[in-house]
């Protein structure tokens, strides 16, 4: 496992580390059990702080693709296993998004929009809640 960072991109350090993390993870590099290394030796690799390491790690906690524990570090959870699955259905829809002649702006949105879609009410359910 290799941690990669930018120091030159406008994108701040903490998320381009948790960025390599969660592409490993989707690439298979990373299983769930595997340890990520120390904050303070990734933090000595890449010459940064060992707090955006640490920043970096809690954000992936977050999302639930990494388990924090004192004294056993980092680990990749268990609920992270099925984003291997999720990058391959992803790069299937790329590509097949890719050979229509969609761009990957009109993909995102089109993603963003299907997503938007499923988590707003509907109209009927909206008029079921205003009702008495």
């Known amino acids: 496992m290799l941690i990669r960072v930018d120091p030159d991109s406008p994108r701040a350090l903490?998320?381009?580390v948790a960025a390599s993390v969660r592409s490993d993870i989707l690439a298979g590099v990373l299983a769930p059990g595997d340890r990520l290394?120390?904050?303070r030796d990734v933090a000595a690799a890449l010459d940064i702080n060992q707090h955006t390491v640490l920043h970096a790690?809690?954000?992936l906690r977050?999302?639930?693709l990494v388990d924090l524990r004192r004294g056993r570090g980092a680990v990749i959870a268990a609920s992270a296993a099925p984003l291997a699955e999720l990058a391959h259905d992803i790069?299937?829809?790329v590509r097949r998004a890719?050979?229509?002649g969609v761009s990957a702006d009109t993909l995102a949105g089109i993603i963003q929009s299907h997503?938007?879609?499923r988590t707003e009410p509907t109209r009927s359910e909206t008029r079921e809640e205003d009702s008495p």
């Open 57 to 59: 790690y809690q954000r």
């Open 115 to 117: 997503r938007d879609d």
């Open 98 to 100: 890719a050979a229509l």
């Open 37 to 39: 290394p120390a904050a």
């Open 91 to 93: 790069d299937g829809l």
């Open 62 to 64: 977050d999302e639930g």
């Open 14 to 16: 903490y998320d381009q």
